[in-house]
T-cell receptor, first 113, second 119 residues
Framework: GNSVTQMEGPVTLSEEAFLTINCTYT??????LFWYVQYPGEGLQLLLKATKADDKGSNKGFEATYRKETTSFHLEKGSVQVSDSAVYFCALNPIQGAQKLVFGQGTRLTINP | NAGVTQTPKFQVLKTGQSMTLQCAQD?????MYWYRQDPGMGLRLIYY?????TTDKGEVPNGYNVSRLNKREFSLRLESAAPSQTSVYFC??????WGQGAWGTDTQYFGPGTRLTVL
């Protein structure tokens, strides 16, 4: 079946540190891949996405590259800020003709000043 | 432009009670979704509606019913609440839907959530 596995949290970093949150997936066919972010007390919002192999999604200094050979979509940011503290969810949609997102368990990130 | 709104924000029920969670979107989106979020498990899809008048089961539909009242509104009903339904419930919407071409890459827009406790 389809599944998403994220690195265990919580992750705590200092401001300006480099961030990587690992995400690997299992899916048949060619899924689309997403990173959603949930700030405290809010619903999820899309951070970035990639729709085919080797695509790079980017937004707000975050990047992730769709790697089909390693079935991965790791999230990276070169210099994190306190305002990046949130829960990050990796997700896939296994079918192009519909939307049935499968989410990972989420990774809580805390940035200390 | 409020986006996706949900009511209520918090609710406490006793086992066996019923209630309806309301969701509305003002973005003229074709598709709407209900998820539940449990600690350590991410979000799981309960039901979705890919066009007005249609609904489909997601990953965890048991114990729930839904109604797509019109294009704007999508409600989730618990007929006989159980403690296992204690969770945070999120509604979402996206632009595409059945008959709208390829919409698998659409962005979903989420409401702020309803925290439900069943005693």
């Amino acid at each position: 079946g389809n599944s998403v596995t994220q690195m265990e949290g919580p992750v705590t970093l200092s401001e300006e540190a480099f961030l990587t949150i690992n995400c690997t997936y299992t899916a048949t066919g060619y899924p689309s891949l997403f990173w959603y972010v949930q700030y405290p007390g809010e619903g999820l919002q899309l951070l970035l996405k990639a729709t085919k192999a080797d695509d790079k999604g980017s937004n707000k200094g975050f990047e992730a590259t769709y790697r089909k050979e390693t079935t991965s979509f790791h999230l990276e940011k070169g210099s994190v800020q306190v305002s990046d503290s949130a829960v990050y969810f990796c997700a896939l949609n296994p079918i192009q003709g519909a939307q049935k997102l499968v989410f990972g368990q989420g990774t809580r990130l805390t940035i200390n000043p | 432009n409020a986006g996706v709104t949900q009511t209520p924000k918090f609710q406490v029920l006793k086992t066996g009670q019923s209630m309806t969670l309301q969701c509305a979107q003002d973005m003229n989106h074709n598709s709407m979704y209900w998820y539940r979020q449990d600690p350590g498990m991410g979000l799981r899809l309960i039901y979705y509606s890919a066009s007005e008048g249609t609904t489909d089961k997601g990953e965890v539909p048991n114990g729930y019913n839904v109604s797509r009242l019109n294009k704007r509104e999508f409600s989730l009903r618990l007929e006989s609440a159980a403690p296992s339904q204690t969770s945070v419930y999120f509604c979402a919407s996206s632009a595409g839907g059945w008959g709208q071409g390829a919409w698998g890459t659409d962005t979903q827009y989420f409401g702020p959530g309803t925290r439900l406790t069943v005693l």
